[in-house]
């Protein structure tokens, strides 16, 4: 039994895998051909993935498109399209329009944000099972994965690694964290470090011990634009064209799949902090944790014993 960590600069972060295993550097080895692979297929920087294919040409006629892709989009959809969702895969066109956390980032005109709200509908991305073809029935629609692919990417890598037998591993998507195992410290739990959305990148607010289990967290500190005074941050609502204003500065939500943290991370980032705990408390195998804008850490009833806040 051998262990192999790598870290690999990729999809704009750096992804680390780890596995305890036979074969151990080959499964990370062909983990890591997988991710290149999810790039080539996902990426919304490069003018040559599928998904660059579908802003191009979806318009016009329905694409076909990879299982992989096709999958993605039709648990985003429906995801999107539920009541009160703050998750829209369609929000393509006023990322593109505020650009923040690029070199061109600033803020738009409000003509420009109205024209934009008008291609921000979900229910225009049409989809044919049979088919696998999507299909957008507006001119200038675009489809943005970003908040739900780190989380696919990471199930799809870790299942490749038990089924080749892992007895213990790990994925980190840049934030996106799912376990396997026991810890390599040897403990039956994995303590996974809480983002603190007032420090810089490393210092964590909390500690959460999982098994099993992905974490991920949200938050209005990762990219940021200032203009006058002003902080935008990068999390929108596609009802006002604007950042979402609530009283959250960071959403983290352990699920068994790292995939559900990311849509619930987003779908209910809009809601201010006790109405995400309640709404949390009433769900099967979801557990959320939030940190307010005045440093006020709340957690499901599900998360008591398992998180530890770090004070100082």
């Not at 225009?124 to 675009?142: A, F, S």
């Not at 011990?209 to 929108?236: C, D, M, N, W």
Request: charged content about 20%.
């Amino acid at each position: 039994m051998n262990t192999f960590t790598k870290t690999i600069p990729l999809m704009g972060t750096k992804i680390s895998l780890y596995i305890e295993g036979a074969h151990a550097e080959k499964l990370v080895q062909e983990a890591a051909d997988m991710l290149f692979h999810y790039e080539k297929v996902f990426s919304a920087n490069s003018d040559h993935s599928q998904l660059a294919v579908l802003k191009r040409e979806a318009a016009t006629y329905p694409l076909n498109v990879d299982k992989e892709l096709y999958d993605l989009i039709k648990i985003g959809k429906e995801h999107s399209m539920n009541e009160n969702s703050f998750l829209n895969i369609a929000i393509g066109p006023l990322i593109k329009l505020w650009r923040i956390g690029f070199r061109e980032a600033h803020v738009p005109e409000d003509s420009d944000i109205k024209k934009v709200l008008e291609l921000l509908n979900p229910e225009h991305i049409q989809l044919d099972d049979e088919q696998q073809t999507v299909h957008l029935l507006r001119k200038g629609m675009e489809i943005d994965l970003g908040a739900i692919a780190k989380g696919y990417f990471a199930d799809q890598v870790m299942a490749f690694f038990k089924k080749n037998g892992a007895v213990s591993a790990m994925v980190d998507m840049g934030g996106n964290v799912l376990v396997h195992g026991d810890s390599p410290s040897g403990s039956s739990h994995w303590n996974v470090g809480i983002q603190n959305p007032f420090l810089p990148r490393g210092n964590a607010a909390a500690l959460v011990s999982i098994r099993e289990q992905s974490v991920v967290t949200s938050g209005i500190y990762e990219r940021v634009l200032e203009k006058a005074g002003t902080h935008y941050h990068h999390i929108f609502s596609s009802k006002t064209g604007y950042p979402i204003e609530s009283n959250i500065a960071s959403l983290t939500i352990i699920a068994d799949r790292s995939l559900d943290c990311d849509i619930y991370t987003t779908e209910l980032f809009g809601l201010d902090a006790i109405s995400i705990i309640h709404k949390v408390n009433q769900m099967k195998h979801i557990e959320a944790a939030v940190i307010t804008i005045e440093g006020d850490l709340a957690y499901t009833d599900n998360l008591k014993g398992r998180i530890h806040p770090i004070s100082g």
